[in-house]
């Protein structure tokens, strides 16, 4: 069965995921999972998915081209060399990051009928099960950043990718733009994705008879107190800011005017020196 895949805030993400016995490898619902977690993969362009993307706190996860099930695995650099790649993650939709890990790797694990596996992968297949065994310790890949961008991070209520455009404005602040790719109405919100440290210390959203209706930070849900409010189509964050941290996600919502309208959200966001 093709899951729904959890996205950054699911608490289970962030959980360590348990081992599995290897008694349990047999049983309907482990097989389960395993075969959910390969339908689910298959319905999407990533390489890579790990059971607690599934809701299933497991430590078990597949790696694509071959295909690859891998129960408790572990992993161990060979090596010295690291090496950088751009990644990206299902449930960090729409961003990508830079990332540096071991270029080579010793991964030891069990195949869905609890055979043992013990090879060594490297360059591309390394770093996606580091990246994978990362989900089964509750790591995301953002939190091993320095840097990542916002892709296409942002998107409407509909699910629908809209465009990110940054710019800079005045020094180093930058201000992030999601326009919506075609006119929308009712409740919509639109989530940033941020890659580094920082302020955020404006929202605003056109056009104008736009409200902002509420606004968290990685599911916490700021008090209308903790935002100075400005004009109803704006937000002014205080003199400090909204303190945001690298692989945090910032959400607006928003009622829209009567009728469906193009909307474009702004927040200006100062990085941290
Ligand atoms: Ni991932």
Sequence with gaps: MIRTITEMGDPVLYQVAREVSPEEIPSPEIQGVIDDLIQTLKSTTGVGLAAPQISQS?????????????????????????????????SVPGVRGEVRRPQTVRVQALDRRGKEIDQTWTLFRAIVVQHEVDHLDGILYVSRTEFTFPDNSARVKSHESVPVRTHMIGGSKKTFVVDSPKPVGGAQHVTFGFDQRGTVTGIRVQPGGARITGVSLSGVRFKRKDYPAGLADQVICGERGLIVAAGDQLRIDMAMPKGKRQISVEADFDPAT
């Design 58 to 90: 497991l430590r078990i996860c597949i790696v694509d081209k071959p295909l690859t099930v891998l129960i408790n695995p572990i992993i161990t650099p060979v090596g010295e060399v690291t090496d950088t790649s751009f990644e990206g993650c299902l």
